[in-house]
């Protein structure tokens, strides 16, 4: 960084582990999860305004949902959630191993949203690779992971 550049803060939010940075096409935000805060976040830099949400479970990422809303990978699955406080698990996975939780996710080209899970813990590869298909169906596509982390 060159003398006449310089950083400057523009939403101090004091995440506790944020992750996942999203921008939100149609709306022009960004959009991103403190997991361990068990919040997720908008910014919006045309008025330099921030609005976080608190959700019941730890999400480890989100994606922009088509017909408005958000998925987002939460400790018990996929869910559901917005920034007007409405959440819902729509699709459970690994309901038998309370250790774990999702953490990082994407889409893909088709719409599909892969999210990982991983042992709270992490010091085990327990965890396994999802994908979430557009009929909301959650499919294991791989075993054995320790941490699903820069999904892209």
């Known amino acids: 960084m060159s003398a006449d550049e310089s950083i400057e803060l523009v939403a101090d939010v004091h995440a506790v582990v944020g992750e996942g940075p999203l921008w939100d096409i149609p709306r022009q935000r960004l959009v991103w999860v403190d997991i361990e805060g068990k919040r997720i976040h908008e910014f919006h830099p045309e008025t330099a305004t921030h609005q976080a949400s608190e959700v019941?479970?730890?999400?480890?990422?989100?994606?922009?949902?088509?017909?408005?809303?958000?998925?987002?990978?939460?400790?018990?699955?996929?869910?559901?959630?917005?920034?007007?406080?409405?959440?819902?698990v729509i699709t459970p996975v690994e309901r038998d191993l309370s250790q774990n939780r999702m953490n990082d996710g994407k889409c893909d080209s088709h719409g599909r949203f892969w999210a990982g899970t991983t042992r709270m813990a992490h010091d085990a590869a327990v965890g396994s690779l999802y994908r979430l298909d557009t009929d909301l169906s959650a499919h294991r596509m791989v075993e054995e992971v320790s941490i699903s982390n820069g999904l892209d």
Do not use: N
């Open 56 to 88: 019941p479970q730890c999400p480890g990422a989100m994606v922009r949902r088509a017909s408005g809303g958000f998925v987002a990978a939460v400790t018990d699955g996929f869910a559901a959630v917005d920034f007007d406080g409405s959440f819902e």
